[in-house]
């Protein structure tokens, strides 16, 4: 019986002291609760598509960030491991008929092999050798499905059971469109909470002093390679969650998931919401691409008004959009480096004065 009063006060003694005291922190709470009641209000299947396509979308951002923007492991090529993700997890799912529990996970780890394979031969290239490194790896795997069509369906992807004459489809994510929705969501808060975790870790320090000074990182005895490798993997492993998530709720894995194209704009999205933060590229899909839908209403200028409205942001904003407003409604003690609310004038943990 202590247990049960026990447990619940000492949760209620963390969300007091730990979430209601930043503005941030508040902010995350009412953007997850805000998701998970979206279906309570309108379940219009357009919106709830746009919105689970953008859950997935922030998990694969996130993972981009978490490789790229925390050890500076240029990647222009994050599209190799949503693709091949999606595309295992379609194979085994169509071929081998194992349902999505079991198919995205072992997509995934097709993801995270891929880390290995890109981040070895990358392990001694920096800056622009490095990112036109990892820009070819799509670009070669793409040929490969177009070379073998009877295996990968070619142009067309893999829309149907191939080898049975189009008699099978892939599994759907869920019996219904609410309940694909929770899914992605549920997976996106958690995945995102567990990479957030990870970059506030020990390991996420290593992460951030390889990006600032690796040599330095290196002669302080630290094995620079394995954590790097950690860096792809961990990557390659969020991103085919994501990738096997995309591939169930479209019931097909296509060419369009290996194109150039998905790599930008997963940089895109990241460099907009801010990176380095992991809550930062989250935001940037779930502002940038339900606005993109929304400008369809103007299809002339559509592409124009994105371009616009993404540059203004860089120019005025070079951090990104996350962090500057967070700089707004923040400050940080000069003593022991925590973030209080901006109208403070004393550090709410060292009491230091933040005038």
């Not at 942001?313 to 400050?331: A, Q, S, T």
Request: aromatic share 12%; glycine share 8%.
């Amino acid at each position: 019986m202590r247990a049960l009063t026990t447990y619940p006060r000492r949760a209620y003694t963390i969300f007091r002291t730990e979430v209601l005291v930043l503005p941030s922190r508040i902010v995350v709470l009412l953007f997850a609760v805000a998701l998970l009641v979206i279906p309570l209000f309108t379940q219009d299947p357009y919106w709830l598509r746009v919105l689970i396509q953008s859950s997935i979308f922030a998990i694969f951002a996130a993972s981009w960030d978490l490789l790229s923007g925390f050890t500076g492991q240029m990647n222009f090529g994050h599209a190799l491991f949503f693709g091949v993700s999606a595309y295992v997890t379609a194979m085994i799912n169509l071929y081998l008929h194992l349902p999505p529990v079991f198919s995205i996970p072992l997509g995934a780890l097709a993801g995270v092999m891929c880390g290995l394979i890109v981040g070895i031969p990358c392990l001694r290239l920096r800056g622009a050798y490095l990112a036109l490194t990892t820009l070819a790896f799509p670009i070669i795997l793409l040929g490969i499905v177009f070379a073998i069509p009877g295996i990968t369906g070619g142009e067309l992807g893999l829309t149907s059971d191939i080898l049975t004459g189009g008699m099978r489809r892939m599994a759907r994510l869920s019996p219904n469109r609410v309940t694909d929705y929770y899914v992605c969501v549920l997976a996106m808060l958690v995945l995102g909470g567990v990479m957030w975790k990870i970059t506030d870790s020990r390991v996420g320090i290593i992460f951030h002093a390889i990006r600032e000074d690796e040599l330095a990182v290196r002669a302080s005895g630290v094995n620079t390679v394995r954590y790097k490798l950690m860096a792809f993997c961990l990557s390659g492993f969020f991103a085919g969650i994501a990738g096997g998530l995309f591939a169930h709720f479209l019931r097909q894995a296509g060419p369009d998931n290996l194109m150039v194209t998905r790599s930008f704009e997963v940089i895109i999205w990241s460099v907009f919401g801010g990176i380095a933060s992991i809550y930062g590229p989250i935001a940037g899909v779930f502002i940038l691409y339900p606005l993109l839908e929304f400008f369809r209403v103007l299809p002339q200028i559509r592409m124009l008004l994105f371009a616009a409205m993404v540059l203004a942001i860089l120019l005025f904003m070079p951090e990104g959009l996350i962090p500057w407003v967070r700089d707004k409604i923040e400050k940080i003690c000069p003593r022991c480096k925590n973030r209080n609310v901006a109208t403070r004038k004393t550090c709410r943990v060292c009491t230091a004065d933040l005038d």
